[in-house]
């Protein structure tokens, strides 16, 4: 698959080379062995089928490789989800209603349930989904688009994968602190219309900063936050030069509460408050 920018007249759109997807990287992804990504990611007990998609399966690759510098080098627990598939949306139960994106390009399944329409197969929660029909060989070019849109909260390239990985590992944090039952009575809440209604409008202000799709829920308002704050800490060689999360909503207990305890803003005390699953 080649990465082909577009060029569009009635677009204002500029490629930035400087911290996303430069020639280096799209030929490392053209010339990706999608069997021996798949293999390797397996090897890690991460079910996946990119059904020969070489945009999708390399850069969930090289997140993974992210995150694990991320938990390894800044001491975070930043969880990988349990599967990643390349599907088709049509097949999926979507609730198109909590969601305005006309294109949903992933998603995280947050809850065990029936997702796929042909068959009773329970997906299990945690498992990623990339729609096959999305263009990833234009994924810089979508990237900036939607970043000037001002869906995203990120122009990087990666960010649409980022975005999904975050949810999973928000998830995580949400389950081990509270539990199976507790956990799913929470992420139905913050997802139901009755709450939504108060959480677009208590926190319109806050959650717009990050991007419009934050104020979906505040799910995907940590999922944008998270994913951008990540996408700022990448050099050019998509290396980590910095936790992204130190001083941040997202930081260790420790960090978090006594580095700069009298400076975090009502923002970030809001965010403090998604990430640990208090809506």
């Known amino acids: 698959m080649q990465i082909t920018p577009i060029k569009n007249n009635k677009i204002n759109y500029t490629i930035s080379f400087q911290r996303g997807l430069t020639p280096q990287i799209a030929k490392q992804i053209e010339q990706a062995d999608i069997v021996e990504i798949s293999r390797q990611i397996k090897k890690m007990n991460i079910d996946c089928d990119f059904k020969d998609n070489k945009v999708i399966s390399w850069s969930c690759a090289k997140i993974i490789e992210i995150i694990e510098t991320l938990n390894k080098t800044f001491n975070q627990k930043f969880a990988l989800p349990k599967a990643i598939y390349v599907d088709d949306f049509a097949r999926l139960n979507i609730d198109y209603s909590i969601n305005s994106s006309e ?62 990985f975050s949810h999973s590992a928000h998830e995580d944090r949400i389950l081990k602190r509270y539990g199976a039952k507790k956990a ?60 992204p999360f130190i ?12 580095s700069r305890i009298s400076k975090h803003s009502t923002k970030d005390k809001m965010l403090r408050n998604f990430w640990n699953g208090r809506f």
Do not use: M
């Open 103 to 164: 294109t949903i390009y992933g998603l995280c399944n947050l809850t065990p349930t029936k997702l796929l329409k042909d068959t009773d197969t329970i997906i299990p929660s945690r498992v990623l989904f990339f729609n096959q029909d999305c263009p990833w060989q234009y994924i810089d070019w979508l990237s900036d688009i939607r970043f000037q849109n001002g869906e995203t909260s990120s122009n990087f390239f990666l960010y649409t994968f980022l975005h999904d």
């Open 184 to 243: 799913g009575e929470i992420l139905r809440l913050a997802t139901s219309v009755e709450f939504l209604k108060e959480y677009r409008t208590k926190f319109a202000k806050k959650v717009s900063s990050i991007s419009q799709y934050a104020l979906e829920n505040p799910l995907e308002a940590v999922a944008d936050d998270t994913s951008r704050l990540i996408c700022d800490s990448l050099d050019e060689n998509l290396i980590l030069t910095r936790n």
């Open 247 to 258: 001083n941040s909503p997202y930081a260790n207990f420790i960090d978090y509460h006594l």
